[in-house]
T-cell receptor
Framework: NAGVTQTPKFQVLKTGQSMTLQCAQDMNHEYMSWYRQDPGMGLRLIHYSVGAGITDQGEVPNGYNVSRSTTEDFPLRLLSAAPSQTSVYFC????????????FGNGTRLTVT | AQSVTQPDIHITVSEGASLELRCNYSYGATPYLFWYVQSPGQGLQLLLKYFSGDTLVQGIKGFEAEFKRSQSSFNLRKPSVHWSDAAEYFCAVGESKAAGNKLTFGGGTRVLVKP
């Protein structure tokens, strides 16, 4: 198993550009989520999904869209990038059940100039 | 709303010395608590978790954590630190309905290990 795969690893955008951060998992996990990591603030939940076709907002959803058309994929879209979205983004997944841990990807480092 | 505080931003410890990382949480119900470790350029790896039962939980890599309800704390410890333990450590609390999915993370503690 590859686990949780995020692409790209690095990305530089200009203000106002759009892009999609890709996340795929091959563990048949129903739950998937996106976090952003900023210095001193830990990880903050952006959006999450409890299964294909179902998504919900997390703590910091503004400026981001998600969709979940398949169990495997959970892309994160930035429609109009802003410098405040400069961050490291992590995708995570898990099986249902309280005892199952989150499995994280290796992250995407995004810089918006 | 739940919150997590890690009071120490940086800790420097000598190799072979003991390590304790502090974590305090705020949550109205029974918390589901986690410690994750992040090595440079990597994602987060689960060290250990607490849901119920024995308040001293053992994790991977020789780490343990103790849940103290009266102090709202879940401190992480290791008796003897190795150079490979240099990383950033995150404490997290989960909602009872979907503990592993919607986590609130602390700000992290970066551990530096001196030879």
């Amino acid at each position: 198993n590859a686990g949780v795969t995020q692409t790209p690893k690095f990305q530089v955008l200009k203000t106002g550009q759009s892009m999609t951060l890709q996340c795929a998992q091959d563990m048949n996990h129903e739950y998937m989520s996106w976090y952003r990591q900023d210095p001193g603030m830990g990880l903050r939940l952006i959006h999450y999904s409890v299964g294909a076709g179902i998504t919900d907002q997390g703590e910091v959803p503004n400026g981001y869209n998600v969709s979940r058309s398949t169990t495997e994929d959970f892309p994160l879209r930035l429609l109009s990038a802003a410098p405040s979205q400069t961050s490291v983004y992590f995708c995570a997944s898990r099986t249902p059940g309280r005892n199952s841990p989150l499995h994280f990807g290796n992250g995407t480092r995004l810089t918006v100039t | 709303a739940q919150s997590v505080t890690q009071p120490d931003i940086h800790i420097t410890v000598s190799e072979g010395a003991s390590l304790e990382l502090r974590c305090n949480y705020s949550y109205g119900a029974t918390p589901y608590l986690f410690w994750y470790v992040q090595s440079p350029g990597q994602g987060l790896q689960l060290l250990l978790k607490y849901f119920s039962g024995d308040t001293l939980v053992q994790g991977i890599k020789g780490f343990e954590a103790e849940f103290k309800r009266s102090q709202s704390s879940f401190n992480l410890r290791k008796p003897s630190v190795h150079w490979s333990d240099a990383a950033e450590y995150f404490c997290a609390v989960g909602e009872s309905k979907a503990a592993g999915n919607k986590l609130t993370f602390g700000g992290g503690t970066r551990v530096l290990v001196k030879p």
